[in-house]
């Protein structure tokens, strides 16, 4: 990928998904099978969910570059109880901040987080070959994610949740994702 990197791979994100993930919850002995639909769609600098969160992340707009929006419903073969479903759908902001001085290195803002949710910042890389990184640490959890392209219309995505002292993995997950449109 050239100089815009995260512009290039935000692009390339952006469209309807269909996920296969299976995830290894460590913690509780348990695997799960999860099929759910991702939209992803590009926002301006000017959005005022973008401006919102860099103001509350003292980020300046002109630092930005590709904020997007993410939402996502799911069905999970997980046995639920009644009294305390698991929530399967959801929605993220998303602002990339590009370090300046290394076009394949950068933070991402997000006003709620992959392994917590709450607001996060994480820090992303992406390699020559296009390869996105991601490492997000919250109070309680560190997530470290990879995704990348194997087609335009293919993608791929691992994520391991580890304890905050990153000592032990929690979850581990592989996810196949395909363009719906």
């Given at each position: 990928?050239?100089?815009?990197?995260?512009e290039?791979?935000?692009a390339?994100s952006?469209?309807?998904?269909r996920?296969?993930?299976?995830?290894?919850?460590?913690?509780f002995a348990?695997?799960?099978?999860?099929r759910?639909?991702?939209?992803?769609?590009?926002?301006?600098?000017?959005?005022?969910?973008?401006?919102?969160?860099?103001?509350?992340?003292?980020?300046?707009?002109?630092?930005?570059?590709?904020?997007?929006?993410?939402?996502?419903?799911?069905?999970?073969?997980?046995?639920?109880?009644?009294d305390?479903?698991?929530?399967?759908s959801?929605s993220?902001?998303?602002?990339?901040?590009p370090d300046?001085?290394d076009?394949?290195?950068g933070?991402?803002?997000?006003?709620?987080?992959y392994?917590?949710?709450?607001?996060?910042?994480?820090?992303?890389?992406?390699?020559?070959?296009?390869?996105?990184?991601?490492?997000?640490?919250y109070?309680?959890?560190?997530?470290?994610e990879?995704?990348?392209?194997?087609t335009p219309?293919?993608?791929?995505?691992?994520?391991?949740?580890?304890?905050?002292?990153?000592?032990?993995?929690?979850?581990?997950?592989?996810s196949?994702e395909?363009?719906?449109?």
């Amino acid at each position: 990928m050239t100089s815009n990197r995260i512009e290039q791979f935000v692009a390339r994100s952006i469209g309807r998904w269909r996920s296969q993930r299976s995830a290894h919850h460590l913690a509780f002995a348990h695997f799960e099978a999860v099929r759910s639909n991702i939209e992803i769609d590009a926002l301006s600098a000017d959005d005022p969910r973008v401006v919102e969160l860099c103001q509350n992340n003292k980020t300046d707009l002109e630092g930005i570059a590709a904020p997007f929006f993410m939402s996502w419903a799911g069905e999970s073969d997980w046995d639920d109880d009644d009294d305390d479903p698991e929530t399967l759908s959801g929605s993220t902001v998303l602002v990339p901040v590009p370090d300046p001085n290394d076009i394949s290195r950068g933070q991402l803002l997000r006003d709620r987080g992959y392994a917590e949710t709450v607001a996060a910042i994480g820090d992303y890389q992406i390699s020559e070959d296009g390869i996105f990184t991601l490492v997000t640490s919250y109070d309680r959890a560190a997530a470290a994610e990879k995704i990348w392209f194997e087609t335009p219309n293919l993608r791929f995505r691992i994520s391991t949740i580890r304890t905050s002292s990153g000592k032990g993995v929690t979850t581990a997950s592989f996810s196949s994702e395909i363009r719906l449109g």
